[in-house]
């Protein structure tokens, strides 16, 4: 008996086959340096969503990484507003003062708590979205990089957008079947993903110019 996600992903790559297109990296292009050697193929249930959509995430922030410097600003944010919350939790629940003495204590430390993860809820919904990367301007740039991915669930096509901060109108968007980017076994093939992001930005860098 055929599993059904060999089913669905039947058309995936057996071993990567030689690209017919040129190498997108010649050494003169300044929007990617040389990268380290990739790292030993990770295997992925190919019948869980999340987890695919989780690997195929981390590779491509990993390619970014390689010539971009990422910003951390909004994720220390809200590490800061989680710690908050969580210190607004702990002094309710252990404050020195009995109760009921201590009411006024409760009201103000349940208020900031809920009033605190709203804040990350709006963070999430209403700033992150779908970005799964925000970059650092390039030394002489003013620009930075954002990307973003979309995998519906029950989808097929993965789809990976990058554009300038605060410019939307330069949004570019690969999408390809994530039956690209892993083989029967679930092995993620970098080298794929890699030629398709690099791709991507070098259009980028092109568009801006």
Not at 12 to 34: I, M, R, V, W
Request: hydrophobic share 40%; aromatic share 8%; with cysteine.
């Amino acid at each position: 008996e055929i599993e059904p996600s060999v089913l669905f992903y039947s058309h995936t790559c057996e071993t990567p086959p030689p690209s017919p297109l040129s190498p997108l990296h010649d050494g003169k292009s300044s929007a990617f340096k040389e990268t380290k050697e990739l790292s030993a193929p990770r295997v992925t249930n190919l019948a869980d969503h999340g987890t695919m959509k989780h690997a195929l995430d981390d590779a491509v922030v990993k390619i970014v990484t390689a010539s971009f410097q990422e910003n951390h600003t909004l994720a220390d944010t809200k590490i800061a507003l989680g710690v908050l919350a969580c210190c607004m939790a702990l002094f309710a629940q252990f404050s020195p003062v009995p109760f009921p003495d201590d009411r006024t204590i409760l009201i103000v430390c349940c208020v900031s708590y809920f009033l605190l993860n709203g804040i990350l809820q709006g963070i999430a919904m209403f700033l992150e979205r779908d970005i799964i990367l925000t970059t650092k301007p390039k030394e002489g740039s003013r620009a930075a990089l954002v990307v973003r991915s979309q995998f519906p669930p029950y989808a097929e096509d993965y789809s990976i957008i990058v554009q300038w901060d605060k410019d939307s109108a330069s949004a570019l968007t690969h999408v390809s079947s994530v039956g690209q980017y892993f083989d029967r076994e679930g092995n993620l093939v970098e080298e794929h993903l890699k030629r398709d992001v690099q791709r991507l930005i070098t259009d980028l860098e092109k568009k801006k110019s």
